[in-house]
């Protein structure tokens, strides 16, 4: 998986069929049939087998339905020696259809329409789809792609990615509005497995990584991976608990942490994410047998969560907003328990060199704060002298407070909050 482009010609030619543009795929055999003075001759230069009545059904049915890719390949090189001149792009560019062996090219099939070739997976969607699959999918032994979630908005992003980067299907069981689980065509896991490299089978056991490709493609790009991967996977603790932090958890058949996952951390670490772990969190035996593991990564500390936040962050709305308050309650605490003198008194300083004096209420428009906390707060430094009254309340006119000429201002004031 380092080539993020798959082409017509790299996919596995006695697997994949092609619907070619009507007019092109009768010239293709009309120059063929210049160099053969009939269609039994031609199919013995292809190395095509004969019947009783010396005639190829292979042949046959390439000319008049769907053509096998291993066929298409025989018929462009035997034109090719024969002195023709192919443009392999511009028959790339003519299929408009790409089918199993036993799938048909009519609405409904296992067939995929207007395929998108060169298939690009160096997108935003292309992230989607290798994401999906890697965590809440997966590729069956059949060959059928399928992603399961509960979160219609995250199938709905996945059925809408896979159609970007492979093109159109009329595939019932991948509606993601009726189906639980959603399936999509054969020919696109033949696409995915042979020509991209993926694994069909149980994740668990294959041990998949990310493709080293996504570690140099765009900030989008890599963006797109991870919240696909934190959609389907991670736990947002809620406000209350005794841990603030996104975990995300993974299994392996064996007693080392998946390759995903820390795969995930390094690439967490090219938006200055840190994670924790990974650590063991889970030892169990599976359905068949095997001894395996689960292990768990931890994003912890303000600074960690606003950047996920900021470059990563959720598509399900409910993680969303347990973020966004997992964030806003650190950043109370950190102003409750960390800089909390110097930051006070960078706000006075500033609504000072603005008003020339500063009240409660517009010291608790500057922290974001409700005015009954400003009153505290000015309380606490009046105690310690940094503030003074210049003017006590009187009726509805607010008191009126200035910094204390040694209050250390020249060391802690002069930048805003």
């Known amino acids: 998986m380092t080539n993020p482009r798959v082409d017509l010609w790299s996919l596995p030619e006695d697997k994949i069929y092609v619907v070619l543009e009507y007019d092109v795929k009768c010239k293709l055999f009309a120059s063929a049939l210049k160099y053969s003075r009939r269609w039994s001759e031609f199919a013995i230069s292809l190395g095509l087998p004969l019947n009783k009545w010396k005639a190829s059904k292979t042949l046959e049915s390439s000319r008049t339905k769907k053509i096998s890719l291993r066929v298409l390949k025989l018929l462009l090189e035997y034109l090719e020696r024969n002195g023709e001149c192919i443009d392999r792009k511009l028959i790339e560019r003519s299929v408009r259809a790409l089918t199993s062996k036993r799938g048909s090219s009519h609405p409904g099939a296992n067939c995929l329409f207007n395929p998108n070739l060169p298939f690009n997976f160096d997108t935003e969607a292309g992230a989607v789809v290798i994401s999906a699959l890697l965590h809440d999918g997966g590729i069956n032994n059949r060959y059928h792609p399928h992603y399961s979630n509960l979160n219609v908005v995250l199938k709905r992003k996945v059925y809408n990615a896979f159609k970007e980067v492979f093109g159109g299907f009329d595939f019932k069981r991948a509606d993601p509005e009726k189906c639980v689980q959603i399936y999509f065509p054969k020919s696109v896991g033949y696409i995915l497995i042979h020509g991209f490299g993926m694994e069909k089978g149980r994740k668990v056991v294959n041990n998949p990584g990310i493709p080293r490709f996504v570690f140099n493609s765009s900030k989008e790009v890599r963006s797109a991976f991870l919240r696909q991967a934190f959609d389907d996977e991670a736990y947002v603790s809620k406000i209350g608990s005794s841990n603030r932090v996104i975990s995300l958890k993974l299994a392996s058949a064996s007693p080392n942490p998946p390759k995903l996952l820390l795969d995930l951390q390094q690439l967490l670490l090219t938006f200055s994410i840190f994670s924790y772990g990974p650590r063991l969190s889970e030892r169990y035996t599976s359905k068949d047998g095997v001894n395996a593991t689960k292990w768990t990564i931890d994003i912890l500390h303000q600074d960690n969560l606003i950047r996920f936040r900021n470059e990563i962050g ?104």
Do not use: M, W
């Open 314 to 417: 959720f598509e399900s709305t409910q993680k969303q907003e347990r973020l966004e308050r997992l964030v806003s309650s650190l950043k109370q605490e950190h102003f409750a328990k960390a800089n909390k003198p110097a930051i006070l008194i960078r706000a006075c300083s500033r609504i000072q060199e603005e008003k020339g004096y500063i009240t409660s209420a517009s010291l608790g428009a500057v922290l974001n704060r409700s005015q009954a906390l400003a009153k505290i707060e000015i309380r606490h430094l009046r105690r310690s002298g940094v503030l003074t009254a210049s003017k006590e309340r009187n009726g509805n006119k607010a008191a009126e407070y200035v910094i204390t000429n040694d209050s250390g201002k020249g060391n802690v004031i002069g930048s805003a909050v």
